[in-house]
Each structure stands twice: as structure tokens, then as C-alpha cells.
């Protein structure tokens, strides 16, 4: 390698041994997130100048091992198999070095420069352990950096190492070769055996104050347990809402302002629509959705980084396994009461391809933010007295279909290896506040990029079916969206909502649910508050309870279908999951309407 | 003597002998940690269902019992 080139470093580690944090520490603003190419699995990199050399650092998902079995796993080896001068730093969490050294241990069988950065020094301390650092570097032949990465303590010493390394090229340690078991692997026993010869005389556990254990005696206890999960669960999305309520409120203020100004332009009717309808709508509805966003992957970034996620896997896990699937199901389970887009992005953290394809594909029964305001003006409507009943109803309808589904899909979906809970659970640690907010707005702006795009050009698509054929009224029954409505309005006779209105609004729901509302008040050319009374002349109360069961179970929001074809990698996916949706829809809201009407509702 | 891991008291700490899961499974559990000759540790029960919580290479890891199963290891008689 000449001395002018780009260095190139590749990031890797085990779960928890503050990788992010050290790429956070080391990058700084310049932290690019996608996805790796033709690939499920997240990808971080970023660009950093040092000493007139241009650093280029490529994180891997942290995973426990590269030995290619799951798909983040591929990923990292076959990076790592392309990359032939890299360096390779790994993240250590000294606290469990042993463990840490299975995976520097196949690195090395690869052939791979590695530095290796000893994190949670001082936590380690605390702990008893106690570690002669000079004398493990030595043993191992490899550089060893003490940091802190929560702090980005030590960078400049692990970048004249990067420096170092770039420079040279790399040396077989002289323990290596015999333990070899083919030519690039290792056997992990062989690893421990090295450890206990060669490195434990300078790694010593004295006394074993566990802080975790204690933690643990209250937050996985028999009798406290559930109180405390239940809790932690209400008050984030009390946290959620309350914070984003007001927020979302404000965005939709100011674009539906932008929208009244453009009509004092005084410009021609199309382009007048276009601007107001069509521009200020669609970004304005995309904006929305943000500030929920940001805070509901802000709340999962802190229980994620405080250790307290994996212990709510383990909570809910004997549920989970009686549907064939596990524990690790449930976060992105709750995150769809925000909203299926991040959801469906968090399904990231389920390790079993299987499992995370199920969670996938059931993820838009759970009832998101955006239906909400439906229940709510139809249940107020209709069911003044019960309207909290019905809302609930719903609610527990959707998670409960959500429960069916995945256990049809886990018998469907057949599994050679056994899927059963294999977690570890970290130690419990203070969060580090950058972290939260740099990765919850590294996935909000991930959300906008994808998610944005679709929802935006979804609303112009619908504009332009609502505004033609040209001079048209926007969105009535002459314009070509109304004319589709009439014609496939009859479908929903037999559901209790023929009339064409609610045809339409279901289509304009297909942008984003909470148009829904909005599309009636235009049709029947009403505001808000007259809705209330124009509704009821066009279904009676029966209708309305099972229209709602529709949009709750029907094909779920363009964004939500796009970002099912991007999570799943599958087309196949991305098609028949919105086909088979309507049709359950379509069933459940046949049975609500029939079974009412046999005891005597209407 | 030799027991399954599901088997073992709490507190108790015994030798992996065996593993004998499928093999994908057997190396997800290789590279936490858990592999023959390494020594775990039962720490608890998990509030609900057969999921137990072991202690291995001083890090914590959840099984449930339809892995724990398949897991032989050997505790050291003076401990029972």
C-alpha cells in the first residue's frame, strides 16, 4: 500500500461492546447509515481525515461471531473476505474478554490486521477484574487500546495505531498456526483452551460485585416483574404521544396555513389545487409523521442501551412461543402502535430470518397511530356512550389477528434449525444521551429518505387521479378516482359501507390511514365538524363498526408496502402481504356486519 | 455426575459437557460462549415460562429449557 492511499478501516465487535459509541466517538458528524447493497442488514460508514490521511471507517453489525450462518453474518464475512489491507478494530467489553476473544480469535484466522480497543475499563474495575493489558497485547501479538468509547477517550492513540497497521502488513502470531483447524478457521474450544494457558494468568476476576444481578433481583422478580414491564411500556408511548402530539399539531397548522395562502395567489384552479392539495399535502403529511418518529426510535435507543430491551424479550417470551416464534417479536410488535415504518425496520433485531419475516408481514395488523383519528370520529359518531369500549376493541381485535397470523405463518414457514431463545442480556449501563439521539435521528432520517419519497409520491398520484379528467371538483364522483370508487363500491355492500364516499377514502387511505378522515370532509364537501352529521346519512351504525374494522386489518399504507419489500428483500413479500390483507379485512369486517345483524343490530 | 443443563439448582455451577443441538444452533451457542469445558452457572428463573438465565464466560445468556435439554454438563459432586 502506498503512503498516499485511503485507509481503509472496517469496525466490528460483539453486541454491547460499544462499537456505535466508538464510531460515533471516531466519525463524528460525518456517519453515513444505509443499507449494505441487495441486503437486509444496516450499514454505517463514515470519512475522517487524520494526519493528512484520509480515514474511511466501515462499521459491521455487531454480531458474536462471522462464521456466515445468519444474514448479518454473510454479510460481515464476505466484507471481511474482500477486504485485504483493512484494519480491523474490534470493540472489546473487557468485562467478558474470553468470550470477546472467540471472535478475535477467527479474525486472525482469516488473516486479518486487527487492533483490538478494550472498552468498560473502569466498569471492569468496579467489577474486580483486574487485567495486565502490556502482557495480553504482548501474548496476543496484537495491538490493544485502552478507551472508553462512551466518552471517545484514547481515539488519538487508536488512530496512530490505525496508522501503524496501515503501514504494515499482516503477521501470523506464532501460537496461531498450530490451532488452525483448516486453513481460515479455528475451533472455538481450541480459542478457550489458549485463553486459559496463556491469558488468564493476567486476567483475574477477584470478587464478583455484580450491580446487573442485583437489578435483575427486582426487574425479572416473580411479583415485580410484569408491574414494571407494563409501566415501562405506558409511559413510553405516554412520553411518545404526549411529546409528539402537540408537535404534529403544529406541522399540520403550518402547512394547512401554507395550503390558505396559496388560495389568495389567485392562480389557475389545477395549479392552484396542485400546490395545495397535492405539494403542501403530501410533504406536509410526511413532515407529520417525524417528530413521532424521532421519539419513538429515541425511547427504543434508550431501553436498548440501558439493557432493559433484552429483559423485556425474556418477559415476554412464553407468549411468544406458543405462537412458534419468540420473544425477540415484541419491540417491533409496540412500535407499531406508532407507526408499521419504523416497526418494521426494527424487525433488524430479530436474528432468525424466519421469525423476522413473520414479523414483517403481521406487522400491519397492529393498529398504528395514523388509524386512530378514525375510530375516534366514527366511535364518537356512532357510539358516544362506548366509544373507549369500541377503540379498545379494535385495538385488541388487531394485536389478537396479529397473534393468529403469526402462528399460521410459523406452521407455514418450515425451519431447518430450531428456533428457540438463545439472548444474552447485557449488563445494565447508564445510556449515553449522544448515542440515543444520534441513532434516533440517524432512523428518522432514514424514514424520511425511504419512507418520505413513497408517502409524497403516493399523495401525488391520488392528487392526480382526484383532479382528472381536467375541471373536474377535486376528489368528486366525475373525477377518475370518484368513477373508480362507484365502480368498485358494490364489493362493500355486503361489509355495511356501499356508498362510493367510503370507496374512495379507503383508496386515499392506501397514501396514509389518516387521510381517510380528511377525503370524507372533501366529498361530501364538508369541514370537520359537519362531518359529524353528514356521515350518518350515507351508513348506519353497524356499517361504521365494521368499516373500522376495515381500515384496521386492510392494506396497509404505500410506505409500510414499500418498506416490506425493502426489510424482506422480496417482491413476492411486498405483493401478496397488501392482496392477502384485504382479503382478511374484507372476511372480518363480512363476519362483524353479518353477526350483528343476526342479533338484531343495523 | 452428569446432568442436563435444565436440571441443575439455582447457584450451581457445572462443566458443558456435551452439545447436542442441531448444528446450527450448536455454533449460535459456541460463539456465546457455551461449548464444551466451559463452566455455567444457573443464576434464575425467567417470572414466566421455562426460560432459566446462566452465567457463562462471565456474561449472562437465556435459554430456554428445549435448548437447555440438550446441553450436558457435569456437576462436581460436592456441590449437591
Given at each position: ?274 400546490l395545495s392539495e397535492g405539494l403542501l399535502g403530501g410533504v406536509g403529511s410526511v413532515l407529520a409523521f417525524t417528530p413521532l418518529i424521532f421519539i419513538l426510535f429515541l425511547m427504543i435507543a434508550l431501553l436498548e442501551d440501558s439493557g432493559y430491551l433484552g429483559r423485556t424479550v425474556v418477559l415476554v417470551d412464553p407468549l ?9 417479536t415484541f419491540i417491533p410488535m409496540i412500535l407499531g402502535f406508532g407507526c408499521n415504518v419504523p416497526a418494521i425496520m426494527a424487525t433488524r433485531t430479530i436474528k432468525d430470518r424466519r421469525e423476522r419475516m413473520i414479523a414483517i408481514l403481521t406487522n400491519s395488523f397492529i393498529s398504528c397511530g395514523a388509524r386512530l383519528p ?96 381536467a375541471g373536474v371538483t377535486y376528489g368528486s364522483a366525475e373525477s377518475v378516482l370518484g368513477q373508480l370508487g362507484h365502480s368498485i363500491s358494490p364489493l362493500f355492500a355486503p361489509l355495511g359501507f356501499g356508498h362510493w364516499s367510503f370507496t374512495v377514502a379507503l383508496i386515499f387511505g392506501l397514501a396514509s390511514k389518516e ?88 | ?80
Amino acid at each position: 500500500m502506498s503512503r498516499d492511499e485511503d485507509i481503509n478501516v472496517v469496525l466490528t465487535g460483539n453486541p454491547n461492546t460499544g462499537k456505535t459509541s466508538l464510531l460515533n466517538a471516531l466519525t463524528g458528524m460525518s456517519l453515513h447509515v444505509g443499507n449494505w447493497p441487495g441486503k437486509t442488514v444496516e450499514k454505517k460508514e463514515g470519512c475522517i481525515s487524520y494526519k493528512n490521511r484520509t480515514i474511511n471507517i466501515i462499521d459491521l453489525p455487531g454480531t458474536y461471531s462471522i462464521t456466515p450462518y445468519s444474514e448479518e453474518e454473510k454479510v460481515s464475512h464476505n466484507y471481511l473476505m474482500a477486504q485485504t489491507h483493512a484494519v480491523i478494530v474490534q470493540t472489546i467489553d473487557v468485562n467478558a474478554l474470553e468470550r470477546n476473544l472467540l471472535m478475535t480469535m477467527e479474525l486472525l484466522a482469516l488473516r486479518k490486521k486487527v487492533i483490538l480497543a478494550f472498552n468498560f475499563n473502569k466498569e471492569a474495575e468496579r467489577r474486580g477484574i483486574r487485567i495486565d493489558v502490556p502482557k495480553i497485547s504482548e501474548v496476543l501479538q496484537i495491538p490493544v487500546v485502552v478507551i472508553e468509547a462512551n466518552k471517545g477517550e484514547n481515539k488519538e492513540e487508536l488512530l496512530e495505531e490505525i496508522l501503524k497497521a496501515a503501514q504494515s502488513e499482516f503477521q501470523m502470531p506464532y501460537y496461531l498456526q498450530e490451532m488452525l483447524k483448516e486453513n481460515y478457521e479455528i475451533h472455538h474450544e481450541i480459542s478457550i483452551r489458549f485463553f486459559k494457558e496463556k491469558l488468564k494468568p493476567f486476567y483475574s476476576i477477584e470478587k464478583t460485585i455484580q450491580r446487573t444481578d442485583r437489578i435483575d433481583e427486582i426487574i425479572l422478580n416473580k411479583y415485580t416483574a410484569f408491574p414494571i414491564f407494563l409501566a415501562i411500556i405506558f409511559l413510553m408511548f405516554e412520553i411518545t404521544f404526549t411529546l409528539s402530539g402537540p408537535l404534529i399539531s403544529a406541522i399540520r397548522n403550518i402547512f394547512d396555513w401554507m395550503g390558505g395562502l396559496v388560495g389568495f395567489l389567485k392562480l389557475p384552479g389545477l395549479l392552484s389545487s396542485f400546490l395545495s392539495e397535492g405539494l403542501l399535502g403530501g410533504v406536509g403529511s410526511v413532515l407529520a409523521f417525524t417528530p413521532l418518529i424521532f421519539i419513538l426510535f429515541l425511547m427504543i435507543a434508550l431501553l436498548e442501551d440501558s439493557g432493559y430491551l433484552g429483559r423485556t424479550v425474556v418477559l415476554v417470551d412464553p407468549l411468544f412461543g406458543k405462537l412458534g416464534i419468540t420473544g425477540r417479536t415484541f419491540i417491533p410488535m409496540i412500535l407499531g402502535f406508532g407507526c408499521n415504518v419504523p416497526a418494521i425496520m426494527a424487525t433488524r433485531t430479530i436474528k432468525d430470518r424466519r421469525e423476522r419475516m413473520i414479523a414483517i408481514l403481521t406487522n400491519s395488523f397492529i393498529s398504528c397511530g395514523a388509524r386512530l383519528p378514525v375510530y375516534l370520529l366514527f366511535a364518537g359518531i356512532f357510539f358516544p356512550k362506548h366509544a373507549v369500549y369500541i377503540v379498545m376493541l379494535l385495538y385488541l381485535s388487531g394485536i389478537s389477528i396479529t397473534f393468529i397470523a403469526s402462528l399460521i405463518l410459523s406452521r407455514l414457514l418450515q425451519s431447518q434449525t430450531q428456533n428457540s431463545l438463545i439472548i444474552e442480556l447485557p449488563p445494565y449501563r447508564k445510556p449515553s444521551m449522544t448515542n440515543v439521539l444520534k441513532h434516533a435521528w440517524y432512523h428518522t432520517m432514514e424514514f424520511l429518505k425511504k419512507a418520505g419519497t413513497i408517502i409524497f409520491g403516493s399523495v401525488l398520484i391520488i392528487w392526480t387521479l382526484a383532479s382528472l379528467p381536467a375541471g373536474v371538483t377535486y376528489g368528486s364522483a366525475e373525477s377518475v378516482l370518484g368513477q373508480l370508487g362507484h365502480s368498485i363500491s358494490p364489493l362493500f355492500a355486503p361489509l355495511g359501507f356501499g356508498h362510493w364516499s367510503f370507496t374512495v377514502a379507503l383508496i386515499f387511505g392506501l397514501a396514509s390511514k389518516e387521510i381517510i378522515i380528511g377525503t370524507l370532509g372533501t366529498l361530501y364537501g364538508v369541514g370537520q365538524g359537519a362531518l359529524i352529521s353528514a356521515i350518518p346519512t350515507h351508513i348506519t351504525p353497524l356499517g361504521a363498526l365494521s368499516f373500522m374494522f376495515f381500515v384496521l386489518l386492510y392494506t396497509p399504507c404505500l410506505a409500510t408496502i414499500a418498506i416490506i419489500r425493502q426489510e424482506s428483500g422480496s417482491w413476492k413479500c411486498a405483493v401478496l402481504q397488501p392482496i392477502v390483507t384485504i382479503a382478511i379485512a374484507w372476511l372480518v369486517s363480512f363476519s362483524v356486519y353479518h353477526v350483528g345483524l343476526l342479533f338484531g343490530f343495523h | 455426575m452428569i446432568t442436563t443443563l435444565n436440571l441443575i439448582p439455582t447457584e450451581t455451577a457445572g462443566i458443558i459437557q456435551e452439545i447436542t443441538t442441531d448444528h446450527v444452533t450448536k455454533e449460535r451457542l459456541e460463539s456465546l460462549g457455551l461449548m464444551s469445558g466451559v463452566e455455567i452457572v444457573f443464576i434464575r428463573k425467567a417470572p414466566l415460562g421455562s426460560t432459566r438465565i446462566y452465567k457463562c464466560l462471565n456474561t449472562l445468556v437465556a435459554l430456554r429449557n428445549d435448548i437447555a435439554d440438550k446441553i450436558l454438563v457435569e456437576v462436581p459432586d460436592e456441590q449437591r
